[in-house]
DNA sequence: GGTCTGATTGACT
DNA sequence: GTCAATCAGACCC
């Protein structure tokens, strides 16, 4: 595909002209209201993103995984700008930021929530279960296989990995499209993006020609009306809670809802000893 | 080596 | 609204 317009299965006309790398080489609560209105696109899959969170670097934002400084986990986030952090969380599922600023600095911009806007049904294979599309959508050309695919059938997956392969859910329940890409874990689920997907350059430098194994890329698409665009608290974090450092567009159906930070309860296993354990 | 926490989500009441 | 799932990474001893 050229530059210039592309018609997306929704939201219309949007502009497919890649971002330049110099669009990330910038503080990250800079770019992550910038990015509101812009198209990641990832194999067949892509959403135009409604709301993100900047990260800082160490040192400075203790709510960032680079607080403490530079570890095997959070590396990408200390390279060069525009290249997608993906990491997994919670013992099941994964979240993708965009890295920002200069290599070394060490910030980033969590994608949240975005409006899927082409390859719906493949993100919505991915998000539902019981379909032979869970495991048909992907790979797009050039893609890795995820967890779960990697896996001979039949042999024990870890529930992240059922979840991955879209089979933690009951089967017959629809997904509205506005849920398809509604919050970190789901955006990440719905583009296809795992673990060996970390590191992914999302900037095309020249021709994509020239660089025909890219599979992600982060396009102008339409940027939000600045009007509309809104910043408060960021979610589900102890640390930094009044840094307003999260971005949305008022009004899109596709903002995820706000959950504060919830200290987890001490398990009865680790507060008093012969009960059974967790689980 | 042991323990705790987490940039979440879906099920359930 | 609450709660459990699940495991990698970070921290502490």
Redesign the pocket.
């Known amino acids: 595909m050229g530059r210039g317009e592309l018609s997306f299965e929704r939201g219309g006309a949007l502009s497919a002209a890649p971002l330049p790398r110099g669009f990330f080489d910038r503080p990250s609560h800079e770019v992550a209201p910038d990015l509101l209105g812009r198209v990641l696109v990832h194999g067949p899959v892509a959403v135009r993103l409604t709301e993100v ?1 900047a ?1 800082g670097g160490p040192g400075e934002d203790p ?3 680079t607080y ?1 400084g530079r ?4 590396a990408v986030m200390f390279g060069p700008p525009g290249h997608l952090y993906v990491y ?6 994964f ?1 993708a ?1 965009l890295v920002c600023l200069p290599e070394g600095s060490g910030s ?1 911009v ?1 994608l949240r929530a975005g409006e899927v806007v082409a390859g719906v049904s493949e993100a919505r294979a991915r998000r539902s279960p019981g379909k032979p599309a869970a495991s048909g959508a992907e790979p797009a050309p050039g893609d890795a296989r995820s967890a779960g695919e990697a896996r001979s059938a039949g042999e024990a997956r ?3 990995d059922a979840r991955l392969a879209g089979d933690a ?2 089967a017959g329940r629809r997904i509205a499209d506005r849920d398809l890409a509604r ?4 955006l990440a689920v719905a583009l296809g993006l795992l673990r060996e997907h970390n590191g992914l350059d999302a900037v095309i430098d020249g021709s994509p020609a020239g660089r025909p194994h890219q599979s992600a890329a982060v396009l102008e698409g339409r940027p939000a009306d600045p009007d509309l665009i809104r910043s408060g608290p960021r ?4 640390t930094a809670k009044d840094t307003p450092w999260r971005f949305w567009i008022d009004g899109d159906e596709t903002v ?1 809802p706000y ?1 504060a930070h ?5 398990s009865a296993a ?1 507060t008093s000893v012969g009960e059974a354990p ?2």
């Open positions: 969170e990260y709510a960032a995984h403490r570890t095997p986990r959070n997994f969380t919670y013992g099941m599922h979240c930021n980033a969590l870890s529930a992240g859910r009951p919050g970190p874990a789901r979610t589900g974090i102890s995820s959950r919830v200290p987890r309860r001490r680790a967790r689980s």
